[in-house]
């Protein structure tokens, strides 16, 4: 499904690091609370990359956003308070280093004090406007303070940022091991699916999700679209939503992507029932009632009985699964049973062989695990954004850099 050149990617494996200061982009956007880390998932998956670096005797500097600080300075989004647990993920100290994204001089000072093996964490690159905008003085200052770029975040790789594009410039560029090994996983996976091919579109993300159904529906033999997602195609299609979570002004777009699929030969599947209550939480009163009869005060949070069973028919029918989105407010019971049931029997026929199952979203991965089928799957990616643009075959600029 992809066909961009990726032979042309070198990865930081077979490079000679020692001495080197090798800047390695990640993505610490971990889950926080409080100013504490309530899920050391991603840190977890990135620490190999650090423990083999630092033995290798390079000094290593990781770069990373947090959160959306849109430019500007927020302590509430400062990677301080991320440096502790990343240090404890990898099992040795990561420093962390004060960075003014304008003035980078006190920041080269400690680099130039780092001895080999060294790991020091800097400041949320999002601190600076020049990171969204991949402003080029930005990205000069950032590759002048190492040797070797190193982009170890796929799930940054559909965002072309300073750190992530513009870096790479300037620098000698390499894939890390966690985004090599995504890269190879996924596109064993989809390459050459086998089909019938579908996919799960759901979750709540719908202004940067729909506009990528336009070109996915091409690729696939079935759509299913469920949770905040279907809401919105719902309305464009002349259904009463309520107070549900929908985006009017996508009416349009919804639209043509069903007249789209439509020409393409892939079949749409919208809920035709739902699990509605009148807000999103716990021990609200949930009540199942056909899509036409949606009380105009009430939400939709999950799909209904009938539409569970519609699905079950469906995925019944596929050689390969795409699943990006949860059906529903899974985080609340009972608003996860659609989540649930869907991903327990794609899980099963996963294990049994007759389907091969590949997510990615990092509710997404929440919302498998929760359902205990995550397991089962043949392929999970902790990408959301960057997984959906690849599966519509969008070349993504993180990579495009790394094959330069
Ligand atoms: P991912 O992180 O896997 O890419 P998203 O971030 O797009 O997925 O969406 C996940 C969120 O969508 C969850 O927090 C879930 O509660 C929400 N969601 C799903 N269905 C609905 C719905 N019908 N109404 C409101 N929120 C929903
Ligand atoms: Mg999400």
Redesign the pocket.
């Known amino acids: 499904m992809y066909d961009v050149n990726l032979s042309g990617i070198r990865t930081i494996a077979d490079v000679d690091v020692t001495n080197a200061v090798v800047l390695v982009r990640a993505d610490l956007n971990v889950p926080m609370e409080a100013g504490q880390v309530t899920d050391t998932t991603r840190l977890d998956r990135f620490a190999p990359t650090l423990q083999d670096l630092a033995a290798r005797r390079a000094k290593v500097v990781v770069l990373s956003h947090f959160g959306r600080p849109e430019g500007s300075v927020v302590p509430a989004m400062s990677l301080r308070a991320v440096a502790g647990p990343l240090g404890q993920s990898v099992g040795r100290e990561v420093d962390f280093g004060e960075t003014d994204w304008d003035d980078v001089a006190r920041l080269q000072h400690e680099i130039a004090g780092m001895a080999p093996g060294d790991i020091l964490l800097a400041e949320n690159t999002r601190f600076h406007p020049g990171e969204t905008d991949n402003a080029p003085d930005l990205a000069r200052r950032m590759a002048g303070l190492g040797t070797i770029f190193v982009n170890d975040a796929f799930s940054a790789a559909h965002r072309a940022h300073a750190s992530t594009v513009g870096i790479a410039d300037y620098l000698p560029a390499y894939a890390g091991p966690s985004l090599a090994a995504e890269i190879d996983a996924i596109r064993s996976a989809l390459d050459a699916p086998k089909r019938p091919v579908g996919a799960v579109v ?4 719908v202004s940067s ?1 729909l506009p990528v159904l336009v070109n996915l529906v091409e690729r696939l033999d079935a759509l299913i679209i469920g ?2 997602m279907a ?1 919105t195609f719902l309305h464009a299609l002349g259904h009463n939503v309520g107070k ?2 929908c985006e009017p002004e996508f009416a349009d777009t919804a639209r043509d992507i069903l007249a789209k699929a439509k020409e393409a030969g892939c079949a749409v599947h919208l809920p035709v029932d739902a699990g509605v209550a009148p807000q ?1 939480e716990a021990g609200a009163p949930v009540e199942y009632v056909g899509i036409d009869d949606v009380p105009g005060d009430q ?3 999950d799909v209904g009985p009938q539409t569970r069973a519609q699905l079950d028919t469906v995925v019944a029918g596929l050689e390969t699964l795409l699943w ?3 059906l ?4 609340i019971a009972p608003f996860d049973v659609g989540t649930n049931a869907l991903a327990k029997s794609a899980g099963a026929q996963t294990a049994a062989g007759r389907l091969r199952t590949v997510a990615g ?4 991965v929440a919302a498998l695990n929760h359902a205990g089928a995550a397991s089962q799957f043949s392929y999970i990616s902790t990408a ?1 954004g960057a997984f959906l643009e690849w599966l519509e075959g969008r070349h993504l600029p993180g990579i495009l850099a790394l094959t330069r």
């Open positions: 759901g979750g709540a993300k999700k949770g905040g809401n549900s979570l999103f939400m939709i949070l990006n989105g949860p529903g407010a899974f985080e979203g990092g509710d997404t959301g």
